[in-house]
């Protein structure tokens, strides 16, 4: 039978009561077998209102006969018994249950995205989840759960955006260190952001290409340094092949962020046509897929407010 994981939470009521009883009534549906259920852990709010409660996360792993929609019916009905209200995203609730892996399966329907598309980077979902299924396997990123809970834990805490360059990017990190606060947040600096010229932004891209490894390899103290520059970018600009890079070297998070027309202004219109625009973003967003093996979170089409809104979440979460 399948191996499922699901993520618990709640930041409302006897939360640790509501868990212990969400798990229990899961397991004693004929066709969920409870595996093993992980400790609870306390982590503060992410993303939504001010003011809200603590939350308790944990995490359990079934075996199931279930599909992974009916598994996902079950946890709406489970939500619902325990008064589960969808009223506010990211808001404070009595019951949270997510169907975080179903096998190694990939699942993108209107109701139902398997993995998560928000798991790889949230500590508060990361850890209880490597506690029970470590050995699980993300078939997004094509690596356990186990390694990834030890790279979001291990690795410098930088961020890099995978985007086309443009003033924009630099907007997205600035306006992320500001609703974070400068002390958690500092964004780095390229020079791109001021070429005239296609030769001039490629000049740039070389640059960065060499020091962008020095700078990725460097702690920032106990802050959080976003690099509006993805390690590859460079090669992506420049038509060639994007380099492997040493997972020792890689950043805790990548922002890959399709950018919509409205946030290229004139600057970028004198470095690509529509046409290679559009194959420039196509190229980028296959060598993501496949270069990235370590937390990321997906921004397709989204933008600028939105992708702030995002970015700052993300980087909430995956600092914990």
């Given at each position: ?6 993520a618990?939470?709640a930041n409302l009521?006897?939360?640790?009561e509501?868990?212990q009883q ?7 549906m004929p066709e969920?077998?409870?595996?093993a259920?992980?400790?609870?852990l306390?982590t503060k709010?992410?993303g939504?209102?001010s ?8 995490a359990?792993?079934?075996?199931t006969?279930?599909t ?11 939500e619902?018994?325990?008064?589960r ?6 808001g404070a ?8 892996l179903?096998d190694e399966?990939l699942?993108n329907?209107?109701?139902?995205t398997?993995?998560h598309p928000r798991?790889s980077?949230r500590?508060?979902?990361?850890q ?7 050995e699980?396997?993300?078939?997004d ?6 390694e990834?809970?030890q790279?979001?834990s291990?690795s ?5 955006i ?13 306006s992320?260190q500001?609703e ?9 600096n ?5 070429s005239?010229?296609?030769?001039a ?5 070389r640059?960065?290409a060499?020091?962008s490894?020095i700078d990725r ?15 590859g970018l ?8 994007v380099?492997?890079?040493d ?8 922002i ?15 470095w690509w046509?529509q046409e290679?625009k559009?194959?420039?973003q ?12 370590t ?5 397709d089409?989204?933008?600028?407010p939105?992708a702030?809104t995002e970015?700052a ?8």
């Open positions: 039978m399948p191996n499922i994981l699901i618990l939470g009521g006897d939360r640790g509501t868990l969400a798990i229990e009534q899961l397991a004693a969920l077998t409870l595996l259920q992980s400790e609870l306390v709010p992410v939504g209102p003011g809200q409660p603590d939350f308790l996360n944990s359990a792993k079934f075996s006969e279930l992974p929609e009916e598994v996902h019916q079950r946890l709406i009905d489970v619902q018994n325990h008064g209200v969808r009223v506010q995203r990211w609730r009595k019951l949270d249950l997510d169907l975080l179903y399966q699942i329907t209107a109701q139902l398997v993995p798991m980077f500590r508060f979902v990361m209880p989840a490597a506690e029970v299924a470590a699980m396997r993300h078939p990123l094509n690596t356990t759960i186990g990834i809970w790279h979001l291990q410098p805490p930088v961020v890099e995978a985007a086309l360059p443009g003033p924009a990017v630099k907007q997205l990190c600035d992320v500001s974070l606060g400068e002390s958690f947040v500092s964004c780095a390229f020079s791109w952001a001021s005239s010229s296609k030769e932004l490629l000049q740039s891209a640059k960065a060499d020091t490894a390899s460097l702690p920032p103290g106990n802050g959080v340094t976003i690099l509006p520059w993805w390690y460079a090669s992506i600009l420049q038509q060639a092949t380099p492997k890079i997972p020792a070297f890689a950043p805790r998070l990548t890959y962020w399709n950018r919509p027309d409205n946030t290229f202004g004139d600057t970028e219109k004198n046509s290679e559009n194959g420039l196509a190229q980028l967003a296959q060598a993501v897929q496949e270069n990235v093996r937390p990321r979170l997906w921004l089409g989204n933008d600028l939105s702030v970015a979440a993300a980087i909430q979460a995956m600092q914990g």
